[in-house]
Protein backbone atom coordinates (compact mmCIF):
# COMPACT_ATOMS: atom_id res chain seq x y z
CA UNK A 1 0.00 0.00 0.00
CA UNK A 2 1.27 3.45 -0.88
CA UNK A 3 -0.47 6.51 0.17
CA UNK A 4 0.34 9.95 -1.84
CA UNK A 5 0.06 13.43 -0.56
CA UNK A 6 0.44 16.63 -3.03
CA UNK A 7 1.52 20.27 -1.77
CA UNK A 8 2.63 23.15 -3.10
CA UNK A 9 -0.26 24.24 -5.33
CA UNK A 10 -2.46 27.51 -4.73
CA UNK A 11 -2.84 31.05 -7.02
CA UNK A 12 -0.21 32.44 -8.88
CA UNK A 13 -0.12 35.09 -11.75
CA UNK A 14 -0.06 34.19 -15.30
CA UNK A 15 3.97 33.95 -16.21
CA UNK A 16 4.77 33.01 -12.48
CA UNK A 17 6.12 29.82 -10.97
CA UNK A 18 4.69 27.12 -8.44
CA UNK A 19 6.74 23.62 -7.33
CA UNK A 20 4.88 20.53 -6.42
CA UNK A 21 5.91 18.08 -4.08
CA UNK A 22 4.02 15.01 -3.84
CA UNK A 23 4.64 12.76 -0.60
CA UNK A 24 4.99 8.84 -0.11
CA UNK A 25 4.52 6.71 2.37
CA UNK A 26 4.74 2.67 2.21
CA UNK A 27 6.94 -0.07 0.77
CA UNK A 28 9.52 0.58 -1.63
CA UNK A 29 8.74 3.58 -3.44
CA UNK A 30 11.82 3.19 -5.18
CA UNK A 31 10.91 0.58 -7.43
CA UNK A 32 7.73 3.26 -8.88
CA UNK A 33 8.01 5.03 -11.98
CA UNK A 34 5.97 8.25 -11.07
CA UNK A 35 3.81 10.74 -12.62
CA UNK A 36 1.95 13.98 -12.12
CA UNK A 37 -1.62 14.36 -13.90
CA UNK A 38 -4.16 17.21 -14.14
CA UNK A 39 -7.46 17.32 -14.73
CA UNK A 40 -9.72 20.45 -15.48
CA UNK A 41 -13.74 21.06 -14.86
CA UNK A 42 -14.78 19.51 -17.76
CA UNK A 43 -11.91 18.14 -19.46
CA UNK A 44 -10.26 14.90 -19.56
CA UNK A 45 -7.07 13.71 -16.86
CA UNK A 46 -3.75 14.15 -18.74
CA UNK A 47 -0.53 13.54 -17.85
CA UNK A 48 1.22 16.03 -18.05
CA UNK A 49 5.01 14.19 -16.52
CA UNK A 50 6.23 11.07 -15.56
CA UNK A 51 9.49 10.01 -14.11
CA UNK A 52 10.84 6.26 -14.51
CA UNK A 53 12.11 4.57 -11.21
CA UNK A 54 15.64 5.48 -12.03
CA UNK A 55 14.96 9.27 -12.84
CA UNK A 56 17.01 8.78 -15.68
CA UNK A 57 13.65 8.71 -18.03
CA UNK A 58 11.25 11.66 -18.64
CA UNK A 59 8.52 12.51 -19.83
CA UNK A 60 6.09 15.68 -20.93
CA UNK A 61 3.43 16.72 -22.72
CA UNK A 62 4.15 18.95 -25.43
CA UNK A 63 1.91 21.68 -24.16
CA UNK A 64 4.46 22.03 -20.71
CA UNK A 65 7.75 21.20 -22.41
CA UNK A 66 10.82 23.90 -21.45
CA UNK A 67 8.63 25.14 -18.98
CA UNK A 68 8.08 22.33 -16.47
CA UNK A 69 10.82 20.06 -14.61
CA UNK A 70 9.74 16.44 -12.77
CA UNK A 71 12.82 15.19 -10.26
CA UNK A 72 12.65 12.69 -7.56
CA UNK A 73 14.31 12.36 -4.47
CA UNK A 74 14.24 8.71 -3.37
CA UNK A 75 15.69 8.69 -0.50
CA UNK A 76 12.73 11.32 1.00
CA UNK A 77 10.19 9.71 -1.02
CA UNK A 78 9.34 12.25 -2.75
CA UNK A 79 8.61 13.46 -6.14
CA UNK A 80 8.58 16.85 -7.04
CA UNK A 81 6.94 18.83 -10.32
CA UNK A 82 8.51 22.28 -10.73
CA UNK A 83 6.07 24.63 -13.62
CA UNK A 84 7.48 28.06 -14.55
CA UNK A 85 6.00 30.53 -17.11
CA UNK A 86 2.34 29.36 -16.04
CA UNK A 87 -0.68 29.90 -18.34
CA UNK A 88 -4.19 30.50 -16.80
CA UNK A 89 -5.71 27.22 -19.43
CA UNK A 90 -3.46 24.93 -17.00
CA UNK A 91 -5.40 25.71 -14.19
CA UNK A 92 -6.37 22.24 -12.63
CA UNK A 93 -6.19 19.61 -9.80
CA UNK A 94 -2.51 18.22 -10.23
CA UNK A 95 -2.73 14.49 -9.13
CA UNK A 96 0.72 12.47 -8.23
CA UNK A 97 0.30 9.30 -9.13
CA UNK A 98 2.64 5.60 -8.47
CA UNK A 99 2.65 2.89 -11.07
CA UNK A 100 5.44 -0.04 -11.52
CA UNK A 101 5.64 0.22 -15.04
CA UNK A 102 6.49 3.13 -16.82
CA UNK A 103 5.07 2.04 -19.51
CA UNK A 104 1.49 1.85 -18.08
CA UNK A 105 1.63 5.17 -16.42
CA UNK A 106 2.57 6.25 -20.02
CA UNK A 107 -0.65 5.69 -21.19
CA UNK A 108 -2.80 6.76 -17.76
CA UNK A 109 -2.66 3.61 -16.09
CA UNK A 110 -1.41 3.80 -12.12
CA UNK A 111 -1.49 1.64 -8.99
CA UNK A 112 -1.54 4.52 -6.44
CA UNK A 113 -3.55 8.11 -6.62
CA UNK A 114 -3.18 11.44 -4.50
CA UNK A 115 -5.85 13.34 -3.94
CA UNK A 116 -4.41 16.22 -5.61
CA UNK A 117 -3.52 19.85 -5.15
CA UNK A 118 -4.94 22.58 -6.59
CA UNK A 119 -3.30 25.14 -9.16
CA UNK A 120 -5.23 28.48 -9.87
CA UNK A 121 -3.34 30.61 -12.32
CA UNK A 122 -4.94 34.03 -12.63
CA UNK A 123 -4.74 36.56 -16.21
Known amino acids: QVQLVESGGGLVQAGGSLRLSCAAS????????MGWFRQAPGKERELVAAISWSGITKYYVDSVKGRFTISRDNAKNTVYLQMNSLRPEETAVYYCAAERSYSKLRVGISEYWGQGTQVTVSS
Open 26 to 33: GRSFSNYA
